[in-house]
């Protein structure tokens, strides 16, 4: 099935932008998001992470390093590694479980793209997350489970795509039933 993620690494180079500390994690849930950038497909999020391009503004409980960073970017072409599962990212919840304890997963939804073939690929990549590092079905969660202190609205509808009204509905629990299917092929 990895073969069919078409996973390949582009790693941010360690003590660089995101990576710059490195903070050790021990991943219990896995968490997915959309990019909500209609213009960049996988390569082009690896390359802006590989130059610290994505910056965010650090502050007080909120972004604790100056960057955005995250595990895993998904296309319709394929998936690409930015860091190892055993660093914490910087994509969900500032200083909170999110970022402390989950592998971080954004879909891709550049114009022109095949979201469904991106949903697909991306359940593929969870499933194999799921079985490698142990981690139940119930601890994939969308971005939309971590609550971001002084935020409004503090849970974000994201990924959008996936969401009813803005937060978890049908659609989630049909991309559940897609990562179990997944994940009950590995087996
Ligand atoms: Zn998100």
Not at 3 to 30: C, F, S
Not at 37 to 50: E, F, G, P, V
Not at 51 to 64: W, Y
Not at 112 to 141: D, F, Q
Request: charged share 30%.
């Amino acid at each position: 099935m990895l073969r069919e993620v078409n996973l390949r690494a582009d790693m941010v180079r360690k003590g660089t932008h995101g990576r710059k500390v490195v903070r050790p994690m021990k991943p219990r849930y896995i968490t997915i998001h959309s990019t909500q950038n209609y213009s960049a497909d996988a390569s082009r999020h690896a390359l802006a992470l590989k130059r610290g391009a994505l910056r965010s503004p650090k502050r007080k409980n909120g972004n604790r390093i100056g960057y955005l960073i995250w595990h895993f970017t998904v296309d319709d072409k394929e998936a690409i590694q930015h860091m190892p599962t055993s660093e914490q990212g910087e994509h969900a919840d500032f200083g909170g479980p999110g970022n402390r304890l989950s592998i971080g997963i954004e879909m891709c939804e550049e114009r022109g793209s095949n979201l469904r073939t991106t949903i697909e690929r991306t359940a593929k990549l969870t499933a194999v997350l799921m079985k490698k590092k142990n981690i139940p079905l119930k601890n994939v969660v969308p971005h939309y489970h971590w609550p971001r202190r002084g935020k409004t609205p503090a849970n974000k509808n994201c990924p959008h795509f996936l969401m009813d009204n803005g937060k978890p509905g049908r659609k989630w629990k049909w991309f559940q039933s897609r990562v179990n299917y997944y994940y009950q092929r590995l087996e």
